[in-house]
């Protein structure tokens, strides 16, 4: 069965501290992973975007790595914010079309705190 | 270069009666999809337009759903009759292509209460 998990389920972090999030997924075939922030109330918005062939990508103070081996990637954010409460969905591609359909993890639900 | 909008943004109807969500994509993007997310759970897929065509319906839970996209442009999504279970959120995305590095852009979503 194709399934998404991410660990942990909720995280709280000071402002400033850096923090990582964990996805390991048995989605096959696989075509790309992507990490989504999702503001409550809001739809999600794209962090970054892997391939089978990338193992890290980065965009701005987020940084995403992904271990087809294994089946895993994490990411982690730097220097947290504020604004970077959210949650973070890891979505794998289970398709050789590299689009559709998505499978979904239930997020890490993160708080910054001052 | 506006999103995907999504209208209502929040809807409550009795079971029974029906619904009608629409989405508009970013202009240009051939792919649409519906994604949902009831409560507690995580966001799941319904189906894939090319363009006015239904690509993927897999994820359709019944027949009282119906998802039409007339022209390729904007598309609907109608729940009829609705129940209690239909109740979350409705998510509409549309990507350029289908090529794996492709961002695909959600939107804001239709928040569905059936009571």
């Known amino acids: 069965k194709n399934q998404v998990e991410q660990s942990p389920q909720s995280l709280i972090i000071l402002e400033g501290k850096n923090c990582t999030l964990q996805c390991n997924y048995t989605v096959s075939p696989f075509s790309n992973l992507r990490w989504y922030k999702q503001d409550t109330g809001r739809g999600p918005v794209s962090l970054t975007i892997m391939t089978f062939s990338e193992n890290t990508k980065s965009n701005g103070r987020y940084t995403a790595t992904l271990d087809a081996d294994t089946k895993q990637s994490s990411l982690h954010i730097t220097a947290s914010q504020l604004s970077d409460s959210a949650s973070y969905i890891c979505?794998?591609?289970?398709?050789?079309?590299?689009?559709?359909?998505?499978?979904f993890g239930k997020g890490t639900r993160l708080s910054v705190i001052a | 270069e506006a999103g995907v909008t999504q209208f209502p943004s929040h809807s409550v109807i009795e079971k029974g009666q029906t619904v009608t969500l629409r989405c508009d994509p970013i202009s240009g993007h051939d792919n649409l999809y519906w994604y949902r997310r009831v409560m507690g759970k995580e966001i799941k897929f319904l189906l894939h337009f090319v363009k006015e065509s239904k690509q993927d319906e897999s994820g359709m839970p019944n027949n009282r759903f119906l998802a039409e996209r007339t022209g390729g442009t904007y598309s609907t999504l109608k729940v009829q009759p609705a129940e209690l279970e239909d109740s979350g959120v409705y998510f509409c995305?549309?990507?350029?292509?289908?090529?794996?590095?492709?961002?695909?852009?959600f939107g804001e979503g239709s928040w569905l209460t059936v009571v």
């Open positions: 995305a549309s990507s350029q292509d289908l090529w794996a590095g492709n961002t695909i852009y």
């Open positions: 979505v794998v591609s289970g398709s050789y079309s590299g689009n559709t359909p998505l499978v």
